[in-house]
């Protein structure tokens, strides 16, 4: 089983930046594939980014491709998404998602294939 806390959410000003956190139990092959998404009121959940276990496979949403950066520390257990130049549409709740299959590249964004998921954590960039 696998558990997901995420932290590092909060209030900030269009252009600044947020660290959010994802904190990961569990087996490292139950997190061959961890992710970042995001979901607005009323909208649904959308990706953001994805990293493979080692690192070497990232990928990005088209819309934070330059301002967003996402990284692993595994002696940590931790996901980082790293957020710069944040936009109001940057707004929203923000999901840390873990899975064991192998996603890279062209399942990163397929929210069923992630097995677990994080409880969020608030992002409001405000103008």
């Known amino acids: 089983q696998v558990q997901l806390v995420e932290s590092g959410g909060g209030l900030v000003q269009v252009g600044g930046s947020l660290r959010l956190s994802c904190a990961a139990s569990?087996?490292?092959?139950?997190?061959?594939?961890m992710g970042w998404f995001r979901q607005s009121p009323g909208e649904e959940r959308a990706f953001v980014a994805a990293?493979?276990?080692?690192?070497?496979?990232?990928y990005y949403a088209d819309s934070v491709k330059g301002r967003f950066t996402i990284s692993r520390d595994n002696a940590k257990n931790t996901v980082f998404l790293q957020m710069n130049s944040l936009k109001p549409e940057d707004t929203a709740v923000y999901y840390c998602?873990?899975?064991?299959?192998?996603?890279?590249?062209?399942?990163?964004?397929?929210?069923?294939?992630?097995?677990?998921w994080g409880q969020g954590t608030q992002v409001t960039v405000s103008s």
């Open positions: 998602a873990a899975t064991s299959r192998w996603i890279f590249p062209n399942r990163v964004g397929v929210l069923r294939d992630y097995q677990y």
């Open positions: 990293i493979s276990l080692g690192g070497g496979n990232t």
């Open positions: 569990g087996r490292p092959s139950s997190r061959n594939g």
